[in-house]
């Protein structure tokens, strides 16, 4: 199984930056996907996650209203498009799935990650 997330870069605060991870090795339908972040000195955040019907999405207070999870199941990809970045954004993007029929935001459950990719935000 691989996750290879894409995207991520330097952006000014109040832009915007949209990432995407493309799943292989596995059946895409089975899996919530999700997007945490890391950010230096921190722990590991949950972002945001999606069901497997695509029908539900879950963000953290943090970014709920700036951000937006979609997924493409035809192509096997996760994408979320990230509005209105602030300074506090800056992390490294990770993509994770897991097997269930239920959103879990902790991280500690999730079966496979990508590798992340850096978001920067300037001030």
């Known amino acids: 199984v691989q996750l290879q997330a894409s995207g991520g870069g330097l952006v000014q605060a109040g832009g915007s930056l949209r990432l995407s991870c493309t799943a292989s090795g596995l059946t895409f339908s089975r899996y919530i996907m999700a997007w945490f972040r890391q950010a230096p000195g921190k722990e590991r955040e949950f972002v945001a996650a999606?069901?497997?019907?695509?029908?539900?999405?879950y963000y953290a207070d943090s970014v709920s209203g700036r951000f937006a999870i979609s997924r493409d199941s035809a192509n096997y990809m996760v994408s979320l498009q990230m509005n209105s970045l602030k300074p506090e954004d800056t992390a490294v993007y990770y993509c994770a799935a897991h097997q269930s029929s239920w959103v879990v935001r902790s991280g500690s459950v999730y079966d496979y990650w990508g590798q992340g990719t850096q978001v920067t935000v300037s001030s």
């Open positions: 999606i069901n497997r019907s695509g029908g539900s999405a």
